[in-house]
């Protein structure tokens, strides 16, 4: 019986580094096929078919590669004869990447994301187990129709809900309230759970940039927004506190915002739970509401972010964008 085909696209990130002396911390040393020798096994769950897409450390990676590499997935996705794309990726930066892929590539095959928290020459290198345990679900028939992933540690995350919690222990990644989908068990893949009622992928030709998070803490005021604002972003994601509410002294930024036309989408700062219009204080989420701005439900300001792209760049109105957010 012949082994599945999976394409792996090798991006970079610490599953490539190795400490380098003269620059006295982790950089990008190894190639694909340096790290698939280091996955020893790999070859006995699937064909894989390596490909050097780049060299990048997670916080390298922009919007514009981001969507170059949605692209060349989209190419590997139509091949019939690949099973499914195996991804590695900066950790900083792969829940990002991830949620970009999950809300906008539509396909039967899966699309699996993985990377190290530990470099090649640190003790306790895990990106060979990281990139072993990633093919095996790539390849896994259970897999079909998953849609996009995040496999670390031996847990099965879904692109849409996966966060990096932690800045370096190797169980770093969550899904904050959810857990993961599934885990990979020695040579078995089990899926625990799927994600449900997700809503329509959008797939505009590119997406609208620049598009800023702007943070709120205790005292903060609209400096931050008006600056965006001024610099001619098309959209703002405001990190509000707990249920979607500011300080009073960010109000006006927001007020400045609508009326410019241009979209602004309350996400809680929060690691859990959903943004609401229950406070009717002045900078409560009910005033927000009110002056016309959007909420973003459980999606994190990183992830409202790129809904907002996405749907800017698909051109999507006002009434088409507080669907998109209210869905």
Same mark, same amino acid.
Not at 55 to 63: A, E, K, N, S
Not at 68 to 95: N, Q
Not at 213 to 218: D, E, N, P, R
Not at 250 to 266: K, L, Y
């Given at each position: 019986?012949?082994?599945?085909?999976? $394409?792996?696209?090798?991006?970079?990130?610490?599953?490539?580094?190795?400490?380098? $002396?003269?620059?006295?911390?982790?950089?990008?040393?190894?190639?694909?096929?340096?790290?698939?020798?280091?996955?020893?096994?790999?070859?006995? &769950?699937?064909?894989?078919?390596?490909?050097?897409?780049?060299?990048?450390?997670?916080? =390298?990676?922009?919007?514009?590669?981001?969507?170059?590499?949605?692209?060349? &997935?989209?190419?590997?996705?139509?091949?019939?004869?690949?099973?499914?794309?195996?991804?590695? =990726?900066?950790?900083?930066?792969?829940?990002?990447? $991830?949620?970009?892929?999950?809300?906008?590539?539509?396909?039967?095959?899966?699309?699996?994301?993985?990377?190290?928290?530990?470099?090649?020459?640190?003790?306790?290198?895990?990106?060979?187990?990281?990139?072993?345990?990633?093919?095996?679900?790539?390849?896994?028939?259970?897999?079909?129709?998953?849609?996009?992933?995040?496999?670390?540690?031996?847990?099965?995350?879904?692109?849409?809900?996966?966060?990096?919690? =932690?800045? =370096?222990?190797?169980?770093?990644?969550?899904?904050?309230?959810?857990?993961?989908?599934?885990?990979?068990?020695?040579?078995?893949?089990?899926?625990?759970?799927?994600?449900?009622?997700?809503?329509?992928?959008?797939?505009?030709?590119?997406?609208?940039?620049?598009?800023? &998070?702007?943070?709120?803490?205790?005292?903060?005021?609209?400096?931050?927004?008006?600056?965006?604002?001024?610099?001619?972003?098309?959209?703002?994601?405001?990190?509000?506190?707990?249920?979607?509410?500011?300080?009073?002294?960010?109000?006006?930024?927001?007020?400045?915002?609508?009326?410019?036309?241009?979209?602004?989408? &309350?996400?809680?700062? $929060?690691?859990?739970?959903?943004?609401?219009?229950?406070?009717?204080?002045?900078?409560?989420?009910?005033?927000?509401?009110?002056?016309?701005?959007?909420?973003?439900?459980?999606?994190?300001?990183?992830?409202?972010?790129?809904?907002?792209?996405?749907?800017?760049?698909?051109?999507?109105?006002?009434?088409?964008?507080?669907?998109?957010?209210?869905?």
């Amino acid at each position: 019986m012949s082994r599945p085909v999976v $394409a792996a696209l090798f991006t970079g990130g610490t599953i490539s580094m190795r400490v380098d $002396a003269v620059e006295g911390g982790a950089v990008p040393s190894l190639g694909a096929d340096e790290i698939l020798a280091a996955a020893r096994g790999v070859e006995e &769950i699937a064909d894989v078919r390596a490909e050097q897409w780049g060299r990048f450390p997670g916080p =390298h990676m922009t919007v514009e590669r981001q969507w170059a590499l949605r692209a060349r &997935i989209l190419e590997v996705l139509a091949d019939p004869a690949v099973a499914g794309v195996v991804l590695t =990726h900066g950790t900083d930066t792969l829940e990002e990447t $991830a949620y970009l892929v999950a809300r906008s590539v539509e396909s039967d095959k899966p699309v699996v994301f993985t990377g190290a928290m530990r470099a090649a020459s640190d003790l306790g290198y895990d990106g060979p187990q990281n990139l072993i345990d990633a093919v095996r679900v790539a390849a896994d028939p259970a897999a079909r129709g998953v849609g996009t992933m995040v496999v670390m540690g031996g847990r099965i995350f879904a692109g849409l809900e996966d966060t990096k919690s =932690h800045t =370096h222990q190797l169980d770093a990644f969550e899904a904050p309230g959810l857990g993961p989908i599934g885990v990979v068990d020695d040579d078995r893949v089990i899926f625990r759970r799927r994600v449900v009622g997700t809503p329509p992928v959008l797939k505009p030709d590119a997406p609208a940039t620049p598009v800023d &998070i702007v943070a709120t803490w205790a005292g903060s005021d609209a400096r931050l927004l008006d600056a965006s604002l001024a610099s001619g972003a098309r959209g703002v994601v405001v990190a509000a506190m707990g249920r979607g509410n500011v300080p009073p002294e960010v109000v006006p930024g927001i007020e400045r915002w609508i009326a410019s036309g241009r979209p602004v989408v &309350i996400a809680s700062r $929060a690691g859990r739970g959903m943004v609401g219009r229950t406070y009717a204080y002045p900078g409560g989420g009910r005033k927000l509401s009110e002056l016309g701005a959007l909420f973003a439900g459980a999606r994190r300001p990183a992830q409202a972010r790129i809904d907002l792209m996405l749907g800017l760049g698909a051109g999507l109105d006002a009434a088409g964008l507080r669907a998109l957010f209210d869905g």
